[in-house]
């Protein structure tokens, strides 16, 4: 068990309270998901930053 299906394990035995996520902007046509499809949290952006190259840093707390 890794990657995602690990990240999705923590997340339902509500291990994980806080999001990083980097946004790159470019299209791919397909490649591994973050996580499983059943998974399904509600979150609050606590922080976002832009760089010139076009990619966006997001921070998320997971919502009670």
Not at 9 to 32: N, R
Not at 40 to 60: Q, S
Request: one cysteine or more.
């Amino acid at each position: 068990m890794c990657g995602p299906s690990l990240a999705a394990h923590a997340i339902w035995a509500g291990l994980v309270d806080e999001y990083h996520l980097l946004v790159v902007p470019i299209m791919l046509g397909g490649g591994k998901r973050v996580l499983p499809s059943k998974v399904c949290v509600k979150l609050d952006l606590l922080d976002e930053r832009r760089f010139a190259n076009g990619m966006v840093y997001l921070r998320y707390h997971t919502r009670a």
